[in-house]
């Protein structure tokens, strides 16, 4: 291969997919600030209000809130290998690619794993997961995922936290696309380790992933009976670098530059209030339903448990989905999500998350998923998406 | 704690520490450029031309040659858990902190560790190192540090990889500190395993790891009985990821502009020339050494093995070095290392690393270190430094 030796020229892209989404021009701006030491006293006051930050975002006073220093996969790992020791049993419900990845951490993590299988495009039921959990008395965790981004799901995290509790278990729950889109209530729940990242609705670029460990979390880690597989994820560590006061022990060293854009982006989140946030997304949601609906397009999760940030869209029949994807980023620089596993080919997943989360951005997407539709022949209806959007933003 | 509701401005510093190293502006400002998608057909150009530059970097044709999306210590465990399986031996060479962290990594395994030890401040010793071949020779693998970081000593990599092969063992080399800055030849060498750092002479933020894999490696990777302990750093999976040509299978969302960062460097590495970095790193460090001796100090590490870009030096008898660095800081904005373990109190560590080796900084730190010691009485030569240094550039 020939080496081209020129900068980096991205295309300006409205990122409206499953993640990354648009990064505001402030959290642009912080990243690009001089690097300082990760040691140095300042550095150590970012990483103070980045936790600050953190607890206001989660609704938490947990101690141990931190970014994980790597993208949310490593968030999810991170939870699970600190809890789980070889001959645990975990219970985990699967209704996504995500929960899929939680078995694969369970299983590496050498402890046995207890599957609770949904239909792709449903919540978990809780009666099953209680059904598990009295199949499976030894079981001393539960998994779930709060925003299946696979199928834009939301799964009632409140209900299956208590249960956990109730059958003396721990709660890992992903948040990764719930966190700043819709609530994310970790002390109201009761929940025990949550995991987010922080190119979803908080429009920080994708590579830190925010967790979050209750006290009895933090209980678990201590009374361990062997070390954490992973030298780098080890939290008994990793809590000496972000802990309190001035005096952090050296671990690794911290991604600077990305945790001043977390930190910016966790701001104007803050800015904003989470409440504020939160109705943003779902009035724009609404939006762009009302939208895909008066064009006759339909959503794969029923309204009670659609997520307003990730709504997956049925693919009308007789249409090629990759062709409209590659022709909307083509023409239009928009990028939308295709469906994975069961769901590809079958739905899209039109993202409106954090910065993207705009109704310039609604309006955008839905006029060029119109013209794109028309183009290609599918049987919708024309020149009422926009205005019916624009009558109910 | 009471959130300040201010962006972060961080202090401009001189980084002369163990790394980071002064972040060039070209690599700031192509952090700051517009995130696109992990899966954009650019940005898959961007991971092509990324891995490119690493090959030309590491001075290596291996296809396996990637950006682990995290830090050095996550790119060192993605080196020893996918290498090693349980029940394996792997012989360890100790000769300060970075060695120490291969051995929680060869343990966290699962796998057996010999260690051979060296006192700190002196290179790997080949002759122990094959004693413990002769004595293992289940042994599969040797892990070495080529230039660590904690006392600023280069071990002879090529040596030690040629005992590796000529024992049957592969080799993992930890080049944090040393690409860029003074010769890693991974093909030369035979080396199997290597990782570094972004933020080392490399010059870019902290956050991801470079690594590279000979054919040998991949070869034990794809005969694995057991799947790699770790999903998210399993290279069969990553590999996937970073695959030649345009499929790519998702594995994890990719730190996009953390990689327009590395890209930018590495194309400066690229521009000035490897054998033009290396000497430049030379040549800055006689300079410095020039002007520290001149003032009567001295170095850790023999001559023989002294690391250009890492220079461990000596710190006068009852001088408070902790307020020398604080001062340092403070007055200046120079950003200088401490001692780690037995050598805390005892050594400071001035890097010379990438963006942060000219000829300024050079002049800058020997002045300000000369007039900080002056204040405190250390018994030094005065006047001299800086003559010195210009003398020798």
Known sequence: ??????????????????????????????????????????????????????????????????????????????????????????????????????????????????????????????????????????????????????????????????????????????AVTSLGGIPVKVDDWRADAVYSGSQKCLSCMPGLSPVTFSPDAVERIRSRNRKVQSWFMDLSLVMGYWGAGAKRAYHHTAPINALYGLHESLLMLAEEGLEASWARHKRLHLALRAGLEAMGLSFLAAESCRLPQLNAVMVPEGIDEAKVRARMLERFGIELGAGLGPLAGKIWRIGLMGASCTANNVLLCLGALEAELTALQAPIRTGVAVPAAMAAL
């Open 1 to 174: 291969m020939t080496i081209s030796l020129k900068s980096f020229d991205p295309p300006k892209r409205v990122l409206m997919g499953p993640g990354p989404s648009d990064v505001h021009p402030r959290v642009l701006s912080a990243l690009a600030r001089p690097t300082v030491g990760h040691l140095d006293p300042t550095f150590i006051g970012l990483m103070d209000e980045v936790k600050a930050l953190l607890q206001l975002a989660f609704m938490t006073s947990n101690d141990l809130t931190l970014a994980v220093s790597g993208p949310g996969s490593a968030g999810m790992e991170t939870c699970f290998v600190n809890l789980l020791e070889p001959g645990d049993t975990a219970i985990v419900a699967v209704n996504g690619v995500f929960g899929k990845r939680m078995k694969e951490n369970v299983e590496r993590s050498g402890a046995g794993c207890v599957l609770v299988e949904e239909e792709w495009g449903k919540p978990v039921d809780p009666d099953k997961v209680e059904s598990a959990f009295k199949a499976h008395p030894e079981a001393r965790l539960l998994a779930f995922v709060h925003a299946e981004t696979s199928t834009g799901v939301e799964s009632d995290a409140k209900s299956l936290c208590a249960l956990a509790r109730q059958y003396d278990a721990l709660s890992i729950v992903d």
